[in-house]
């Protein structure tokens, strides 16, 4: 076999190749007119190669920023080195439909394209080379495992029965408005509730109603506060509610509504109608207060008198 011989058929071998490989390969003139268009661009767009030889890339492909092209563009010809772009900055180069069976979730093909400067044997850049990869998996992957991710942020975040923040993550929010008033001084009230006698709810009806009861607490303490409130549940049957920038003269409005609309409130549960109350307790942060913890002692104290004095009703810490 002659020389000439090999040489034809390690191009036709070469063409074969780029034709069938799965990545996108565009090459273009310094026009940005298409000079290539291998089989995977023919296949996602339903062009052939001879329908876009010579053809404007932006005249066929709308989808493309021009401006944003051409500027990444340049870059490559001028500095003669690679550039790149991820599907994290742009999702596609090109407008594909996604046709992968196993990301069926995702409407259009996510994209990393890699531009390479192609220069003749004079040193010059001439045509640019976009390769186009398709990493639909990889983005889908990524964006459930980040949502997942979120979803197991607010999960650990989040009492299981009442959907209220759990102890740990309203301590934390209760810190952190302790520190912001010793900066600000503006204030900030405190409410500890505990629902009356929810031992007798248990003993009589069961733990399964005990459970309605605390959920049906939780759904009004949330439909009564406000997107700035932080709710959460202390332990039992036992609840708190942090009212940033609320002196304890607006808490004590706060708490009366919340207190009154339990009272008049039904909980259904089967063929058993069950009402029942909650005492409250109301501290406002100031200056004697030294530590978030006795922030909570003083609120506790407050509770703990709205059980000795009768229950279902609201007491405020002792005045200073």
């Known amino acids: 076999m002659s020389l000439e011989t090999e040489q034809i058929n390690e191009l036709h071998w070469l063409m074969e190749m780029l034709h069938t490989i799965d990545v996108g390969l565009v090459v273009l003139d310094r026009q940005y007119k298409i000079q290539i268009w291998n089989g995977f661009m023919e296949n996602h767009s339903g062009l052939l190669p001879r329908e876009v030889k010579d053809k ?3 005249s066929l492909f709308d989808e493309i920023p021009k401006d944003w092209f051409k500027r990444k563009a340049e870059s490559v010809f001028l500095l003669k080195n690679k550039a790149f772009t991820i599907w994290e900055q742009r999702p596609y180069l ?3 439909q996604n046709y992968r069976p196993i990301t069926g979730s995702a409407d259009y093909m996510y994209q990393n394209t890699t531009f390479i400067p192609l220069m003749s044997s004079t040193g010059l850049v001439t045509h640019l080379c976009l390769l186009i990869y398709d990493v639909t998996d990889n983005a889908i992957n990524k964006q459930e495992l980040e949502k997942l991710n979120g979803e197991l942020g607010v999960l650990s975040q989040t009492d299981g029965l009442t959907k209220l923040f759990n102890r740990s993550h309203w301590e934390v929010c209760l810190q952190a408005e302790f520190k912001r008033w ?3 001084q503006s204030p900030s009230s405190l409410v500890i509730l505990d629902i009356d006698h929810f031992k007798n709810v248990n003993d009589t009806y069961g733990h399964t109603v005990g459970d ?3 959920r049906h607490l939780a759904g009004l303490i949330r439909l009564h506060g406000r997107e700035t409130d932080i709710s959460g549940r202390y332990g039992g049957e036992e609840f708190v509610v942090l009212l940033a920038d609320t002196p304890i003269e607006n808490a004590l409005i706060f708490a009366e ?3 009154k609309e339990v009272a008049q409130s039904i909980v259904k549960h089967n063929d058993i109608d069950l009402t029942y109350t909650i005492s409250l307790g109301i501290a406002e942060i100031n ?3 030294k ?3 006795e922030w909570i002692e003083h609120a506790d104290t407050a509770l703990y008198r709205s059980k000795e004095t ?3 009703k609201v007491s405020l810490q002792a005045k200073i």
């Open 94 to 96: 090109f407008k594909f």
């Open 291 to 293: 530590t978030y913890e």
């Open 310 to 312: 009768g229950r279902n």
């Open 56 to 58: 404007e890339l932006f």
């Open 212 to 214: 309605d009861v605390i």
């Open 287 to 289: 200056p004697s207060i």
């Open 257 to 259: 509504r919340l207190r």
């Open 182 to 184: 010793t900066r600000s």
